[in-house]
């Protein structure tokens, strides 16, 4: 804590510290600005707690940090502190039951406004054949006769003969591409944020409960508005299990027909935020992506040497054949077609975008 505050760059910028900092022995009292003092009232605590919340008040007082939560935060200690060299910047604080642990929650509503920076902030701009990603092909309207009957009547021929590998692979995927931007739908962009109805019903009530209790001055109100709120915080949690309970069992049902519904569901589960960034390097904060990319790469290589004595491959490599060698490897049109017959058809596609089932 000490080291973070004392890199602190110039001009001092606001500070909110917050944390479960477990000084039970320790009783805080709202002054006249918003802060709180601090007290001892325990006389069973340990030297080692003492001088560990000693040492804590004189980082705080040397960084001039105010803690502002009087209320207890879990029974009857105040074990959650929200330290800060602003106290103004808090309009609102209040100190709730949970129903998700058994700390209360601290609600701090401030007039701290955030500047916003998109770290991601280059959209992928997808082309060539990576455009295949963008269409659906698992959609039950794609009329793959006539798909067959177009790619059948491509003068394939005429088109690649003559040319290199490379350029008839070009050529056949350009061909695919045109073919199936014109007869295969596009993938419906996935919306960010799909909150059920019900759940939007409870958490605008929850909203309008400490909205209320904000306002009240009535001690009893006060208590039976909290009681509401934890109510509903339950009915949310309640909801929340019964939504997974009911994907699982879809999930379950269709996984033997379509196995890609299980992969899908646990993806879904996992942590969506798949931001990297910003890297600080001697106190330069990086935020372009590419950037971030090669110095990726610059340190996953250090931790490899390099291997100088490797041959070159060439094309005398090949002609010099000796005894023992594999040279009459051949690969024939059936051998292809046996190959992609035996692909299962849920396979995800490969680096061409081209999925199993096309």
């Known amino acids: 804590m000490n080291n973070l505050l004392s890199n602190m760059n110039a001009p001092e910028p606001t500070v909110i510290l917050t944390g479960d900092f477990n000084f039970p022995f320790v009783k805080w009292t709202k002054g006249t600005h918003n802060g709180c003092r601090w007290e001892i009232t325990s006389s069973s605590t340990t030297l080692d707690e003492k001088a560990q919340f000693l040492k804590l008040t004189e980082v705080v007082d040397k960084y001039n940090l105010v803690q502002a939560i009087e209320e207890p935060t879990r029974e009857r200690n105040t074990l959650d502190l929200v330290f800060t060299n602003d106290i103004s910047i808090f309009t609102h604080i209040e100190v709730l039951k949970s129903s998700l642990s058994d700390h209360h929650q601290i609600e701090v509503t401030t007039n701290f406004k955030t500047n916003n920076r998109d770290i991601n902030n280059e959209t992928p701009n997808y082309g060539g054949e990576t455009d295949f990603w963008q269409l659906n092909f698992h959609n039950d309207n794609v009329s793959w006769s006539t798909i067959n009957k177009e790619i059948n009547d491509i003068p394939w021929h005429t088109l690649i003969q003559w ?6 692979i070009n050529i056949l995927l350009s061909c695919l591409l045109m073919l199936c931007i014109k007869l295969i739908p596009r993938k419906k962009p996935r919306s ?10 409870l958490l605008n009530r929850m909203k309008m409960l400490k909205r209320e209790k904000h306002r009240t001055y009535s001690k009893l109100k006060e208590k039976m508005l909290e009681k509401k709120i934890h109510e509903t915080e339950t009915m949310l949690i309640h909801h929340r299990k019964e939504e997974r309970r009911t994907k699982e069992k879809k999930v379950i049902e269709n996984m033997k027909n379509n196995p890609k519904v299980l992969f899908d ?6 942590d969506r935020d798949t931001k990297i960034g910003p890297f600080k390097i001697q106190n330069e904060y990086i935020y372009d992506q590419k950037e971030i990319c090669k110095l990726l790469v610059t340190q996953y290589n250090s931790q490899f040497s390099i291997n100088s004595n490797m041959p070159k491959v060439d094309k005398e490599t090949f002609s ?10 051949e690969i024939l049109e059936e051998d292809i077609i046996k190959a992609i017959g035996d692909l299962n058809m849920n396979s995800s596609a490969g680096p061409d975008g081209i999925p199993a089932n096309f």
């Open 265 to 270: 569901y646990i993806n879904k589960q996992k």
């Open 192 to 201: 960010k944020s799909k909150i059920p109805r019900e759940r939007k019903k």
């Open 320 to 329: 010099n054949t000796e005894d023992g060698d594999l040279t009459d490897i």
């Open 163 to 168: 040319k290199n590998t490379d350029t008839c």
